[in-house]
């Protein structure tokens, strides 16, 4: 009995082993290696190729110059800005939408849902490109706008101005991911309790005190979900950016990951590129620990 | 009653408005394609006028770029979402149904793989394939692609398969099945819904996949939707007209998928972001 139960435990082993084995070696090669291999080029003064030894050994120097560089502070500062952007004004119309559109059985709500969403799934870099039709400087929306309203021929050009060109991105982002965080405010409005919401609207209440006492604190783990998922996305923002000009014009547009491409891929400067990519990997990681301690914590 | 009426329809009217808003844009595209080169100039936003299918013809008609990229992105795609649901599913049954110890260990390793993007590896990774000889291959973007989706997908499955009953499992192996048996007359038949939902998140994160095609393919030959629509705007910078028509049929196939499908399609996106 008891060597059959062995033999068992030596066969459930093996089927473990070979079930596991395909998926373990990809994620450790092709994405765990790799993490940490960053991590280490970071301190080295390294073009990704030769040996990195003791002379191009660079310790923190590539951070220290980050941090020195004006463009890797644009950069720094337009993830900031879509991240504040996003939470003032992007999440707040998510959820007016989801009002609109997610409860009850309004007519066409189900159609309206999905062109709402759509933007989601549009590949980014095909939704940069249509917005740069649409930015166009000799016949798009904003010159047509400026000639019907004003009544000038000036050409609007948002994106070839450093000090409009990321707004005019933000919008684009803005509507490129709108519905998917209203989505996530049509599942979470399911669980809004009905008989709560009755009982408030017979005690006399509003509608905007419904709305902030009542569906709003039976959403929180929802909202928090959509926060957490609209500052991590932020970090990482690339494909739009890349696609309306690429960091420009003159890096006013660089993000994080566009300063990683145009400072460490395309100069071959591995070190440095990686020192930024080990930057990005810590500002989400410190967001995750301190939102989970302090915000999601606090809920339980 | 009358109020709650009135209510209901400047909500219909409002909602309304958003949504021509937020599809004009796809609109605007939709209809570009149709419109002559003087029309794209002249009145960017408004109704083909007259129509023309000319512009359509001469890039379907055209041997290469179109029907390649749709190919390459058909090829990678498809490749990556095999790999990703094999090996995922192989996996998550071994952390689900084989008792085991280092179990937990095991799935949470693969499922700190969420805290990693693919932007803070892309570097290493680009000297890693460029070691295995795969950068300029298609394989490259599909290994790479498939391990960045495995953690996911593992953590979606086992969720799930950690639901079936145990019962299940020992009522088949007392009539004699094996594990394997076991896999594939009740797992996989229960877990279509899940794996539905696991194919759709790879499938939109692959086809849309654009920094790392960017970086590991070199070669028009191999260059996949986004790739060659980043090129083609650049070649065809004044001739919006084709742009237009270009990415309206890149994004036909899309478009059919997602309203056929809506609701798995927008169900399993957002399953795949809470459970995330």
Known sequence: MISKRKAGATQNLIMFVLFIAPALILFSVFVVAPVFQGAFYSLFNWKGAGPLNRENFAGIENFTRLFADKYFKTALWNNMK???????????????????????????????????????????IIAGVIWKFIYNPQFGLMTQLASFFADTKREIALLADPSTAFNAIFVVLFWKYIGFHMILYIAGLQNVPTELEDAAVIDGANRLQVIRNVIIPSMKGVISISIFLSVTGAFNVFDVVWAMGQGGPVHSTETLVTYLYNFGYKRFAFGYGSAVAIVIFLLCLAFNFLYQKYIVGEEN | ?????????????????????????????????????????????????????????????????????????????????????????????ALSRIRIRGQKALFNFFIMGLLFPLTVAILPLFLQLRSFGLIGSRWGVILTQAAFNLPISIFILTGFFRQIPFELQDACSIDGGTILTFFRKIMIPLSTPVLATVTIIVF?????????????????????????????????????????????????????????????????????????
């Open chain 1, 82 to 124: 879509v991240i504040i952007f996003s939470l003032i004004f992007q999440l707040p119309a998510a959820f007016i939408f989801a009002l609109l559109i997610g409860r009850g059985k309004t007519r066409g709500s189900v159609l309206f849902r999905s062109l709402y969403f759509f933007p989601y799934i549009l590949t980014e």
């Open chain 2, 1 to 93: 009653m009358v109020t709650k009426k009135r209510y209901e329809v400047i909500r219909f009217i409002l909602s309304a408005i958003i949504a021509f808003i937020m599809f004009y844009p796809i609109l605007t595209v939709l209809m570009g394609g149709f419109k002559e080169k003087g029309q794209i100039f002249s009145d960017p936003f408004g109704i083909p006028n007259p129509p023309t299918l000319q512009t359509f013809g001469e890039i379907l008609g055209a041997t290469g770029t179109y029907w390649t990229l749709i190919f390459n992105s058909v090829y990678i795609t498809g490749a990556t979402i095999a790999i990703v649901i094999v090996f995922a599913m192989l996996a998550s049954a």
């Open chain 2, 204 to 276: 939109v994160a692959s086809w849309n996949q654009f920094m790392l095609p960017l970086l590991v393919l070199s070669d028009t030959s191999h260059f996949t939707i986004p790739l060659g629509v980043m090129q083609y705007q650049g070649q065809y910078a004044s001739g919006w007209n084709q742009i237009m028509a270009f990415i309206t049929l890149s994004i036909l196939p899309v478009i059919i998928f997602y309203f056929a499908l809506q609701r798995y399609v927008i169900d399993g996106l957002t399953a795949g972001a809470v459970k995330g």
